[in-house]
Nanobody, 124 residues
Framework: QVRLVESGGGLVQAGGSLRLSCAAS????????MGWFRQAPGKEREFVAT????????SYADSVKGRFTISRDNAKNTVYLQMNSLKPEDTAVYYC?????????????????WGQGTQVTVSS
């Protein structure tokens, strides 16, 4: 079993930055891909970024490429999402997810564990 707890969300002005953290418990963290997804009001949950088990492989949604950076620290059982140049359209609840395999995973169906989510609001 893996438990995920996100933190770091909040209210920020457009152009600002936030860093989300996801603390994981469970033996499989260091061998699993991790991802971030988001869900805006009235929209479906969408993929944001993923990192492979060792941090060597990354993938991003086109909408965040060049602005967001995903990373992980297996010694701390934590995955991060650094978000820069935030836009109002980035407003959503952001979810951390633990994958069923170790490589790049971009579909929500490839993730077995989910955090409770953290709200990110970007004002214009």
């Amino acid at each position: 079993q893996v438990r995920l707890v996100e933190s770091g969300g909040g209210l920020v002005q457009a152009g600002g930055s936030l860093r989300l953290s996801c603390a994981a418990s469970g033996r499989t963290f260091s061998s699993s891909a991790m991802g971030w997804f988001r869900q805006a009001p009235g929209k479906e949950r969408e993929f944001v970024a993923t990192v492979t088990w060792n941090g060597g492989g990354l993938s991003y949604a086109d909408s965040v490429k060049g602005r967001f950076t995903i990373s992980r620290d297996n010694a701390k059982n934590t995955v991060y999402l650094q978000m820069n140049s935030l836009k109002p359209e980035d407003t959503a609840v952001y979810y951390c997810a633990g994958g069923t395999r170790s490589w790049v995973l971009v579909r929500s169906s490839d993730y077995a564990y989910w955090g409770q989510g953290t709200q990110v609001t970007v004002s214009s």
